[in-house]
Structures are given as C-alpha cells and as structure tokens.
C-alpha cells in the first residue's frame, strides 16, 4: 500500500491573493470609520487626565483623532 505524499506548503499555495482581499475588504470596511480613530481619542482622553498640562499635550492626539474621522 502506498500513501500519497503531500508537500508541507501545499495547503499554503495561492495564499498571497487571499491575505490581499481580506486586508482591502477589512480596509473598505473601516475607511473613516471612529474605530480606527479610537487610539487617538483613548490616548488623548489619558492625558487629558494630567493636571495643568494634560490639555496641552492631548493636542496633537486630538488633530490625529480629527484627521481620521473628522
């Protein structure tokens, strides 16, 4: 009785084109979306919390935040 052998990297072919159309799907899905902006505003809201400078520092999050989902 012999067994067929299968290469290891078999399953593995072609993977290329479908790592490419989930990425753009995943891309379409989220374009402007406030998940994506969610870093920024949870890093803002952070340093936010430091007393007299907090506000000053949040600044440029806040623009990254606006710049993403306005």
């Known amino acids: 009785m012999t067994l067929a052998r299968h290469e ?3 399953h593995y072919q072609n993977r ?3 790592i490419a159309f989930v990425l753009a799907v995943a891309c ?3 374009t402007g ?3 994506v902006a969610a870093p920024c505003r949870i890093a803002s809201a952070g340093l ?3 007393p007299l400078v907090g506000h000053v520092a949040a ?3 806040d623009a990254c935040a606006a710049a993403i989902d306005p």
């Open 48 to 50: 936010k919390i430091v």
């Open 16 to 18: 290329g084109p479908r």
């Open 28 to 30: 379409v899905a989220l």
């Open 33 to 35: 979306c406030g998940v």
């Open 59 to 61: 600044v440029p999050t």
């Open 8 to 10: 290891p990297t078999d």
